[in-house]
């Protein structure tokens, strides 16, 4: 029973960081049709500016919200030098793009930062705190309750709000978001600050646990890919359930299975869902008549 | 209101429009005919500024409209029902003819959409559905409805009878009349150049990108080279 | 001999009935219209006809097999073609090559003769090609050949549609609006088109909201709303029900045909 | 002018090892060359960086050897780079020092290949042999996936038997992994497990220590030479790291070494010196090519001659050398030249490292 | 004179590259690296089919290759097959497994294709990284001697071992795009493209487009193998790098960056990113700077890929 709470509490914390980088991926997915790989460097220099900027004498939060904003900035400026230029291009195409983004920045920081495994203190210490005979990280506790702010914001926003619908509609069709009077230039910068934000603010919170380094971002993309896919790119509430998910899977599969093969477990829901789901578990169906 | 001089425009090398000169006077409704790929579709898409413009100018009263960017010439009063609907499928009805208002935030946004509703009252019924499982008649009326919720003072409609069954042709183009009457300025292109000439007060005949014959609408429809070329009669 | 048979079709999308047990037959060389409201579900029976959508109810018989809910590749090798309402153009080839496609069943041939360019791959595309050719100057778009298809404007691209379900010679054609977008002299074309491919025996399914052309040509006219068929008959009787007037030809429609006429 | 080639995985996912390494060679040329290089020849050091990928590394050295023509090759961060290098070189006839742990580089012995750093066979000897003294018979098992962890867990597990030690629980994680918890539950309630030790390199060990500490497991726990630096400590936390052992080398406690000790004066240069120039600790990686280059100096000016050959034969005949890892001495069916005696058990005490004994 | 066709004119041009360019190589490295440039351009000419013609992406083609290399790592040793059966037993297995893998996932689009790959491709490089008793682990395994050069050598040829991979991987290079060229122009090729179009129109003309696609990525997969083989057979040592996410990544770039659409392209990306690294070797610092810059420059100003823009251009100018 406390194993199980165990095995849980870990998926939990793992699922966390997944969903918040699959929640990242949403926006920029809803405005442009891209799957920004680039997206696993925004969690990267989350974590390695706040701890460059924490090293450098700023108080933790002030470092923090530094990140975040440096992170946004850094987003719209890949959005206005790299994405829009190569507006109309076909999907490769885009992701060859985001991926060069991600290479470009990682190469950056490998310059700008150092080549070493960073960290800096959980927010509200170390001392575990114990539910049953099991334990979790306070830390743990902030990524959870991050992942869920950031999901109910994000929810609100496309569901509750114009701008947000017209977000969805800059994507949906271009052209005739400029005809109803988007300004979908305006429309795509706020989803590459969004995301970009999200992203960093990823890093910020899970950094204590994960430890960061200039070359961690990939790995945070593709689970988050995988997370974002699996519930069903688009939807806040897919990004949330899928990075959950894969993080439960991992850690009962490690708890219960094979540890060796946990990864390879998640992958296999994924693609078990997707034969019975084409569309991940929340992904809408595009409505195209012929 | 609305004037277009020596208006060029090309795709990649090639050019489609070679110098296009017409105008539209405020409160008038004007039509233009051609046969398909005479570039009625690239002259509007100029209009409304999602086509790049390589030569000429377009005044939109009395201020020249090229350097606006497209997303802003709605709020300057020119509203486009484009060729292929271009509605967003993946949106609700509903929400596609409030984004329709995307620049409006008032009472009225309620009531335009109430007259949509009441113009095509099988959106109505549709409203929470996605638009992309409309049919293709009734996502020609959605991209209609759309464009008059954005309150043009000028409208650019590209085929707007398109896959419309005859009782709501009629009803078109009655609307395009009782628009006239709002003091809202129309271009229309049409493929149904009897029904447009009928209602227009002005038309124009585009061939391989040139204007080739303009004059008063009962003057062209009398003119016996357009009832052969384009009215077939 | 019945060559295409629908019977009580029907099929709803989230509980709402978008056809309704809709049954008619279509004879070889006959020119049967589909006419009905926006909305009436003429493009939902034509998707379950071609096999793009599974009928809820009702079966499709084809030559006397019965084809429900086979998938389109599968009809296409029985003999059935089709146009689409909102076009399906291959944007990234050629026109030329869009025809060419339409010979697909006749050009096909073992993988592995294509992958080693065997003479018979070879043979098998050259044909095609000629009859591609051939069809595009059928439909007028003979110049247009070698451009990207992209790249023309929507009435050429609804002759292309036509062009490419022509190729493959289909006993049955389905046909969803193939005047849109076409002036009246551009439909009149289309018209003899229709009909002459009709005169070759192939059974032709129309649906247009052109009711000079849809008069004109059709031997029989369906009448769909709502899903239901309301009417059904010749196309002097058809034009003269109460019903369908109300409906769909409103009041006046008499008098705009006439017009058109005069 | 002597040519030196190097091929290291300055990038990728092993650059945790790499970058140190090439710092650490540039580092050492440019200092050599001050002191007027070897035998009066200034050494050029062809550089590349094969992100740890062994296609890229072959590719790497065949460019040392053919085109810059290079007289010997130090690199191969990895098993697998090195695995690729060493088959060119070996072709080509130079001599090539690598960089990586497996045992199979220098066994069977290959007339052109030698290596600095202890095998992971050795340090599993070391640990057991630790754990042998504090009574301890049956052990859980925590590998990182990647080559360095895999390679050290199946030598373990190859090696345990001599010991009398039990394997009873054996668990992997990902080098990416966050949370290790799962896996640590799960060697927690193995019946009768009485340490754990954990093969590893990277974010992976630290991470696992945070882990062990959280779940509250006060079993001893044993790391690999794989994160011995100051910045394990500080990345597990001081409090984490606490009590935590793993076999490191005469480098990360350099203060603690007798004044007598011979390989005092070579750690604290290299200490010295390597955290002045980079701001950052010094490791094993680092210090492995250290001593690579220091194997290769030592040769050429006894060989008196930049000849691959007569390297070779000098690098054959390494005697006493001291290095940051340990004391080297070659012979022709000993292309490492170290014994378990390079090893010293560390443990983190008071949040820095001490030596056990 | 008969008019050249971009088929017989692609295969004259790599040709005579492969021909000609060894007489300006300074030294043996050249060998090594035009080697690899051709076995990476066959590689990318499965892309080519898969992504430039038939519009489907994979980000799990390496796991192919995967399979290719090990093919020959471990075939000799434990069926005691020759190494240039075991190429074929990979290419089998590869092509095997493809259909079965392909046959549920096929049916997925963009992205959801993209995901599903790229699971495939992790899934086996786990397996090579983790069965270590059998793969060797992440450390690698060794592989045995192709042995033609030694047979080459019998019959009066001597190549030094750069030289002859350098040419054997080029005849393999001509071979796989003449077929893939082949390809293009042909009834299936036409089917190809026709569904990267509209997959709902090529069903009424009645392409069986599950199948047809199943058959691009079968063929893909192949050559996917196949170039892993001769990586594996040329390093004679090989590890699980090769079916690395990274490395599928890697292809897909290649062939975009070239110009997926066209092979002669696909190859020239090949060309350009294998040479990159070497080229910036003297700013290592940079290279993945550098590296990253040339992805995004290239696909926003040439997005058609290098090789065609370039061409369009000097057309353009021409007319
Ligand atoms: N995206 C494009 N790229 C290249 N050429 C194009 C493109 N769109 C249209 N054209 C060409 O420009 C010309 C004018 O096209 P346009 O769509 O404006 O014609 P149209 O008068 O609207 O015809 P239709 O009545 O068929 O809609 C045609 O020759 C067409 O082929
Ligand atoms: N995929 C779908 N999802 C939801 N509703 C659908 C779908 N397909 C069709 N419908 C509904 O079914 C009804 C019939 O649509 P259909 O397209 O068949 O009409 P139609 O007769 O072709 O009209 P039009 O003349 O306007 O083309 C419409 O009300 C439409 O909203
Ligand atoms: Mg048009
Ligand atoms: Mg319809």
Redesign the interface.
């Known amino acids: 029973m406390s194993e199980l709470l165990q095995f849980l509490f870990s998926g939990l914390t793992v699922g966390a960081v997944y969903a918040l980088v699959a929640l990242g991926f949403t926006i920029i997915y809803n405005a442009s049709d891209v799957v920004n790989f680039a997206q696993g460097e925004f969690v990267m220099l989350g974590g390695m500016i706040t701890w460059f900027a924490h090293a450098a004498g700023l108080p933790l939060p002030l470092a923090a919200l530094l990140a975040i904003i440096a992170t946004a900035a850094l987003g719209v400026a890949i959005n206005k030098l790299a994405i829009e230029p190569a507006r109309g291009a076909p999907i490769v195409t885009l992701i060859i793009i985001t991926i060069g983004a991600s290479v470009f920045v990682q190469g950056a920081a490998q310059l700008v930062f150092d080549k070493q495994i960073h960290t800096f203190p959980a927010f509200s210490g170390d001392t575990p705190l114990r539910v049953m005979d099991a334990t979790i990280q306070p830390q743990s506790l902030w990524v959870i309750g991050g992942a869920l702010v950031v999901f109910v914001g994000l929810w609100l926003f496309f569901t509750r709000t114009l701008l947000g619908r017209a977000v969805l509609a800059t994507s949906n069709n271009r052209l005739a978001a400029q005809l109803v009077g988007i300004n979908t230039n305006f429309v795509m910068t706020l989803s590459f600050a969004l995301s970009a934000g999200i992203g960093a603010l990823a890093g910020v919170l899970a950094t204590p646990i994960t430890l960061t380094a200039y070359n961690v971002g990939i790995g945070f993309a593709l689970k988050g890919f995988a997370g974002a896919m699996l519930g069903g790119m688009g939807n806040p509430k897919g990004a949330l359930a899928g990075g959950f998910l894969i993080g439960l899977i991992e850690a009962m599969t490690a708890g219960y299975l094979s540890s060796t093969y946990k990864e390879a477990a998640a992958f296999v829901v994924i693609l078990l869902v997707l034969f019975f789901m084409p569309q991940g578990l929340f992904g809408r169906k595009s409505t195209e008549r012929v | 209101m609305l004037t277009v001089e020596g208006l060029r425009s090309r ?1 990649g ?1 090639i050019e489609v429009l070679h110098g296009i000169d017409l105008h539209v006077d405020s409160g008038e409704i004007v039509t233009v ?1 051609g ?4 570039g009625k ?1 690239t002259l509007l898409r100029c209009l ?3 086509q790049p413009v390589s030569g000429g100018a377009i005044t939109f009263r009395g201020e020249p409209l090229t350097p606006v ?4 010439r ?2 300057r009063g020119l ?2 029902s ?3 609907r ?6 609700t009805v509903e ?1 596609n003819l ?3 208002a ?2 409006y ?1 008032d009472e009225r946004v309620d009531k335009d959409m109430e007259d949509a509703f009441q113009m095509f009252p ?1 959106l109505r019924d549709k409203r929470n ?10 996502q ?2 959605l991209a209609m409805a ?2 008059l ?2 309150r043009p003072s000028c409208l650019l409609l590209d ?1 707007p009878s ?9 009803q078109i183009f009655d609307v395009v009349r009782g628009l006239k009457a709002l003091g809202v300025t129309v271009l229309l292109v049409e ?5 447009a000439l009928k209602i227009a007060d002005r038309g124009y005949v585009m061939e391989t990108g040139q204007i080739t014959m303009q004059g008063p609408a009962e003057e062209l429809i009398a003119d016996p080279r357009i009832r ?6 | 001999m019945t060559l295409l048979s629908v019977e009580g079709l029907g099929i709803s999308f989230g509980g709402i009935k978008a056809v309704n047990d809709v049954s008619f037959k279509v004879d070889p060389g006959e020119i049967v219209s589909i006419i009905g409201p926006n909305g009436a579900g003429k493009t939902t029976l034509f998707n379950m006809i071609s096999g793009v959508y599974l009928p809820g109810s009702g079966r499709v018989a084809l030559n006397g097999e019965d084809v429900t809910g086979m998938a389109p590749f599968r009809l296409a090798s029985r003999g059935m073609s089709r146009t689409f309402q909102n076009l399906q153009i291959f944007q990234n080839m050629t026109v030329l090559e869009n025809a060419i496609s339409g010979f697909h069943l006749q050009e096909r041939g073992p993988v592995l003769a294509d992958l080693l360019h065997l003479p018979s791959s070879r043979a098998r595309a050259r044909t095609a090609e000629a009859g591609a050719r051939k069809l595009l100057a059928r439909v007028g778009l003979k110049r247009a050949a070698d451009r990207e298809a992209g790249n023309l404007s929507y009435g050429s691209l609804k002759r292309l549609e036509i062009a490419r379900a022509l190729a493959m010679e289909p006993k049955v054609l389905l046909l969803d609006e193939p005047a849109a977008g076409c002036n009246a002299v551009e439909t009149e074309e289309i018209d003899h088109l229709i009909a002459e491919v009709a005169a070759s025996g192939t059974a032709i399914l129309l649906v247009e909201h052109d009711m000079k052309m849809v008069m004109r040509i059709s031997n029989h006219i369906v009448v769909l709303d709502h899903g239901e068929k309301i009417a059904e008959g010749a196309p002097a009787v058809v034009s003269r029900d109460p019903a369908v007037i109300a409906a769909y030809l409103g009041t006046d429609a008499e008098k705009g045909v006439a017009d058109a006429d005069g | 002018e002597i040519k030196i080639g190097a091929s290291v995985s300055a990038t990728g996912p092993a650059a945790f090892l790499g970058d140190p390494e090439a710092k650490t060679l540039e580092m050492l040329v440019e200092e050599q060359n001050a002191k007027g290089g070897i035998n009066g020849e200034q050494i050029a050091l062809v550089l590349y960086d094969d992100g740890g990928d062994a296609n890229k590394a072959r590719t790497f050295a065949t460019r040392l050897i053919e085109d810059d023509e290079v007289q010997a090759i130090i690199g191969g961060t990895t098993t697998g780079t090195s695995m690729s290098i060493l088959a060119v070189a070996e072709d080509a006839e130079i001599p090539f020092i690598s960089l990586a742990g497996a045992i199979d580089i220098v066994q069977p012995v290959k007339p052109y290949t030698f290596k600095t750093p202890h095998t992971d066979r050795m340090a599993c000897q070391k640990i057991f042999e630790d754990m042998q003294k504090r009574g301890i018979g049956k052990i859980g098992m925590i590998s990182g996936t990647d080559g360095f962890g895999a390679s050290m867990q199946a030598q373990c597990k190859d090696v345990v038997g001599e010991y009398g030690i039990e394997i009873a629980a054996d668990e992997t994680y990902d080098p990416k992994d966050a949370d290790m918890t799962a896996q640590l539950t799960k060697l927690r309630n193995t019946e009768g497990v009485q340490a754990v030790l954990n093969p590893g390199f990277g974010q992976g060990p630290s991470i696992v220590t945070r882990n062990y500490r959280q779940l509250g497991i006060d079993l001893p726990l044993y790391q690999s030479h794989g994160v011995a630096s100051d910045g394990f400590i500080e990345l597990a936390g001081k409090e984490a790291a606490e009590g935590v052992r793993l076999p490191g080398t005469a480098l990360l406690v350099a203060d603690l070494l007798a004044e007598d000790d011979p390989q005092k004066p070579v750690v604290s240069t290299y200490k010295t010196a390597f955290e002045g120039k980079f701001k950052q600790p010094v490791g094993t990686f680092g210090g492995y090519a250290h001593d690579g280059f220091a194997l290769l100096v030592d040769a050429v000016t006894r060989a008196g001659s930049t000849e691959p050959g007569a390297i070779r034969d000098a690098l054959e005949q390494t005697q006493g050398l001291a290095g940051t890892t340990g004391i080297y001495t070659m012979t022709p069916e000993d292309h490492l030249g170290l014994d378990l005696s390079a090893f010293r058990m560390l443990e983190v005490r008071d949040g820095t490292w001490s030596i056990v004994e | 004179m008969p008019k050249l066709t971009a088929k017989s004119a692609t295969l004259l041009v790599l040709a005579a590259l492969i021909a000609i360019t060894p007489f300006f190589f300074p030294s043996g490295y050249y060998y090594r690296v035009g080697a690899l440039i051709f076995v990476n351009g066959l590689a990318v000419t499965g892309i080519v089919i898969l992504t430039g013609y038939a519009g489907q992406i994979s980000l799990g083609h390496a796991g192919f290759a995967g399979i290719g290399g090990y093919a020959c790592a471990l075939a000799p040793v434990h069926l005691g097959l020759h190494p240039s059966l075991a190429v074929l037993l990979g290419a089998v297995i590869s092509g095997v497994l493809a259909w079965l893998v392909g046959r549920p996932i096929l049916r997925l689009k963009g992205y959801y294709l993209a995901v599903a790959t790229l699971g495939f491709g992790i899934l086996v490089s786990m397996v090579l990284n983790n069965e270590r008793d059998l793969t060797g682990g992440p450390d690698g395994i060794a592989v045995p001697e192709l042995g033609l050069r030694g047979l080459l050598k019998d019959w009066g040829l001597d190549l030094t071992n750069g030289q002859f991979w350098y040419f054997f991987c080029g005849i393999v290079l001509l071979i796989g795009a003449w077929i893939a060229l082949n390809l293009h122009q042909s009834p299936t090729g036409r089917a190809l493209r026709a569904l990267h179009g509209s997959e709902i129109a090529a069903g009424t003309v009645g392409i069986d487009v599950t199948r047809i696609k199943l058959q691009a990525f079968v063929i893909s997969a192949v050559y996917a193998s196949v170039a892993g083989s001769l990586v594996a057979l040329q390093n004679k040592f090989i590890t699980p790098d090769i079916a690395g996410f990274m490395h599928s990544i890697e292809m897909v770039t290649m062939a975009v960056l070239g110009g997926a659409g066209s092979v002669l392209g696909a190859i020239f990306g090949a060309g350009i990113l294998t040479l990159l690294p070497q080229a910036l070797t003297v700013l290592a610092e940079y290279e993945q700077l550098v590296l990253g810059l040339v992805m995004m420059l290239v696909m926003i100003f040439l997005r058609e890929g290098l090789l065609p823009s370039i061409l369009r251009k000097l057309r353009g100018r021409g007319e």
């Open positions: 795709y090398r005919v046969a398909n790929g005479a579709t409304s500024g999602v960017p497209a997303y802003r709605l709020a509203a486009q484009p060729e292929g271009q509605i967003f499928t993946n949106l929400e409030r984004l329709g995307f620049l935030n099988i559905l996605a638009a992309g499982g409309l049919s293709g008649g009734q020609q009326m759309r464009a919720m954005g085929e398109m896959g419309l069954a005859p009782i709501i042709v009629a493929q149904n150049a009897f029904g052969e070329a384009y009215l077939g009669i």
